[in-house]
């Protein structure tokens, strides 16, 4: 066997347009009953596939028809908005904590709620372009010779957008959209990142370049990167301290950093307390802190413990429903598929993780109105 086919038999890939859904599934991903979802394919003119269970013929979803139908609703009022664009960074400084996979799978909850939500992928490993689908690495040759489609590949990344350092590209050149139009839009990341600290260094404003960048886009006064028409905007950032990550979080509204259940996890989000202190005091703007805790395993006392000590340590910034340690989250990913997405998903997993984007929901909307 050669290596050519050595690579053809490791290298795999998801297929997002190929995934279907029974109706159970699709009306728990939108949050309605399986009537509503029936009645509401009526009314968007949809055609849902049939498939042969038995003698029955059951209607089969795609994740196509399950974001259009999330689109739908939005914008007949089904769903209430924050009434302003959001931008949302999720980081920590430490790693394992579950940041890649909470902004992923929370970012494909904003859109079947019918947001039209962006990721951007701050992190040169390219961890969220992977989840979603792409290869960071490898070129649009190397993926042909292992039998994968070349669009794949990533060809852009913000540094071509913040036009600092990188040949300039537009939105159009460097968007990615796994899951067709109304999904989860995504801005991938790639190894050539790794000089983009270097360059923000250099660039005037160098604290604020990226919120600037993002303001101006937000106002669709960039031509060649408009992001007006976004609700939601979702930075995923190396868990080090770099220009970018700082710049990333100077840019957000709130902050998600999913915290595990150790006193090393504590320390780092005690740090980044610290430093969005020294933000608002250096700034006049600090991010709102939506702690996240992760990998929490059920009916350990030292678990508990911990769980009480982080709402002691920071009040109020502790979502109630923790991310539970599961081996869904191994399975889902060798499966390609998130696990917001994930069929066999269970309530400690897809449950828990719906849970979590509810009160985040809940505590975006609860801040916007008092800032009115």
Known sequence: ????????????????????????????????????????????????????????????????????????????????GFGRPITLSTFVQKGGTSKTTTTCNLAILFALRGFKTLVIDNDPQGDASSMFGYDPDLTPEELQEVGAPTDLAVNGHIGNLLQIGYQPMSLNEVVKMPFGEHGPHLIPAESLMDDLDSFLRTANG???????????????????????????????????????????????????????????????????AERLTAFARDF?????????PSMYVKNRPRQQRNMAKLATLFPGKVVETPLYQSEDYDKSLEDGVPIALWKPGSENSLGAMRDVFKEVIARIQKKVEARK
């Open 1 to 80: 066997m050669g290596d050519n086919e050595i690579e053809l038999d490791l290298y795999t890939w998801t297929d997002f347009q190929e995934i279907t859904f029974p109706p159970q599934f699709a009306a728990d991903c939108l949050q309605v009953s399986t009537q509503t979802l029936k009645m509401l394919e009526k009314d968007a003119g949809l055609n849902i596939a049939r498939v042969a269970r038995g003698s029955v013929q059951i209607r089969s979803y795609t994740l196509d028809d399950l974001f259009t139908l999330a689109a739908y609703r939005r914008d007949r009022g089904h769903v209430k």
């Open 206 to 272: 160098s604290d604020f370049r990226y919120s600037l960048f993002i303001e101006q886009a937000r106002s669709g006064l960039l031509a060649h990167c408009d992001l007006s028409d976004y609700d939601i905007i979702i930075m995923d950032n190396a868990p080090s301290n770099t220009m970018l990550t700082r710049n990333a979080i100077v840019a957000a509204d709130f902050l998600i950093s999913p915290v595990r259940m150790d006193k090393f996890s504590y320390r780092s989000l005690a740090r980044l």
């Open 284 to 292: 006049q703007r600090s991010a709102e802190i939506i702690v996240i």
